[in-house]
C-alpha cells in the first residue's frame, strides 16, 4: 500500500504532464507559478502599511497564510501526494476562515451572533468541523472551497450598493475581471483536460495560480476599505493606485486619512 507522503499518492492528478521537466518535481509549472503567493503577500504587508500600522495583526495572518498556501501547493504540486492535497486545501479553508474571523463585517452576523468573539467561536467551530469532513472525500473539497467565492461576491454586491465611490467599483469590478478568469481556467484544467492534451498545451492550472493571485491582489484592499468604514470611523479610506494612477498597469492599495466621511 503506497504512504500517504508517496508521490502521486494523491486523488487528482491536474492536466500537466507528470515528471516532463524534471526527475523530483511532477507538475514543473504548476509547481513554479506559485511564486505569485511569495509576491503577493509581501506586495499586500507594504503596500498597505498605513492599514497595518493601525491594524497589524490581521493583515499580518492573513499574509502569513498566504505565503503558508504557497509552500503547500507547491509542495502539492511537486509531488502530487495526499499529504500533499490536504495541505494545500486545508491551508486554503483556514485562511478563508481566518479572513471571514476579522474581517466579516459585523451587520451581517446572524442574530443569534452579538459580538466578534462569538463570531470567532462560529467560524472556528464550523472550520474544524470542516476540516474532519475534508478527509471523507478530498476530491470535492476545491468545488466547495472555490463555492465560497460566490459569497464573497455576494457580499461585494451588497457592500457596492452602500458606496458611491467610483474607484471602489472600479476596484472591485477589476478583481471580478480576474476571479472569472482565475475560475475559468481551474474548470478548463479539470474538465477540458483532453482538449488542452489533444493541442499540447496543458497549461491552465497554472494560469490559475497567477490569475487567483491577481484576484486576492484587488480582494484584499477591498476588504480592507469596507473594513476601515465599519470599523475605524475616525479614518476615511482612500483608494490608492502603485506606483501611480495614470500608469497602464496598477496595483491598488488603501491609504487612510482623517476625517471621515461617509462612504
Ligand atoms: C470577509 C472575507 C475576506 C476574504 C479575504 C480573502 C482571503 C483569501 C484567502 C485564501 C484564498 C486563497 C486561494 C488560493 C488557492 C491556491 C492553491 C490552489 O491553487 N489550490 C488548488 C490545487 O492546487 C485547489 O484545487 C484550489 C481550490 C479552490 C480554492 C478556492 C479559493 C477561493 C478563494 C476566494 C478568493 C476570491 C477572490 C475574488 C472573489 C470574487
Ligand atoms: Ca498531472
Ligand atoms: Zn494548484
Known sequence: MPSIFSYQSAEVDWCEGNFERSAVIAEYYNTISNVSFFVLSPALLYLNRQYCQKKAVPLYFVSGLLLLIGVFSMYFHMTLSYVGQLLDELSI???????????????????????????????????VISTLMSFIKPTLN?????CIAFHLLYLTWRELKKCNDKRVHRMAAVMVMWWVLAITSWISDR???????????????????VLIAMSLLYCCPLVMYFDITYEMPSFRPKLEYWPSDSWPIVVPYIALEEPHKQC
Not at 96 to 113: D, E, N, R, T
Not at 194 to 199: F, H, K, R, V
Open 93 to 127: 479553508l483556514w485562511s478563508l476562515a481566518v479572513a471571514y474571523s476579522f474581517w466579516y463585517p459585523q451587520v451581517y452576523f446572524p442574530k443569534c451572533i452579538k459580538t466578534r468573539r462569538h463570531f470567532y467561536w462560529l467560524t472556528g467551530t464550523t472550520t
Open 142 to 146: 476545491a468545488y466547495a472551497l472555490n
Open 191 to 209: 474538465w477540458l483536460c483532453w482538449l488542452w492534451q489533444a493541442i499540447n498545451f496543458p497549461y491552465f492550472h497554472s494560469f490559475w495560480h
